[in-house]
């Protein structure tokens, strides 16, 4: 093989690698990436946790309505006591509205 045909096949390679990566990347873009929270309290550490030294982290999948509203939660881990926190306080999350629904996985991190 000549060196223009070595040349040739490498930038072939790299052309199809960058368009790998491009659509890699699309694939894996959250829906939640394009749904902006408007507003997002932070769950209570619970009292009886804390004082206990209770750490640990809570994990939802959540369904955002095309209002904005969280519609469905599913816990996905955690403890109970700091779940329940979780799930009083997602009732007050608020996203920008859209078109469709979008499911997304949160994570909250509780520690003294």
């Given at each position: 093989m000549s060196v223009?045909?070595?040349g040739r096949i490498t930038?072939?390679?790299a052309r199809?690698?960058?368009?790998a990566w491009l659509l890699l990347s699309t694939?894996?873009?959250?829906?939640?990436?394009?749904?902006?929270?408007?507003?997002?309290?932070?769950?209570v550490y619970p009292e009886v946790a804390k004082s206990i030294g209770l750490k640990g982290i809570v994990k939802v999948q959540v369904v955002i309505g095309t209002d904005?509203?969280?519609?469905d939660t599913k816990v996905i881990g955690g403890h109970?006591?700091?779940?329940e926190s979780v799930k009083d306080v997602l009732k007050r999350?608020?996203?920008?509205?859209?078109?469709?629904?979008?499911?997304?996985?949160?994570?909250?991190?509780f520690h003294p």
């Open positions: 223009s045909g070595f930038k072939i390679a199809a690698v960058m368009v694939v894996n873009a959250s829906p939640q990436d394009a749904r902006k929270v408007l507003f997002n309290p932070t769950p904005g509203t969280i519609k109970p006591m700091l779940v999350w608020k996203y920008a509205p859209s078109t469709s629904e979008t499911v997304t996985i949160l994570e909250f991190v």
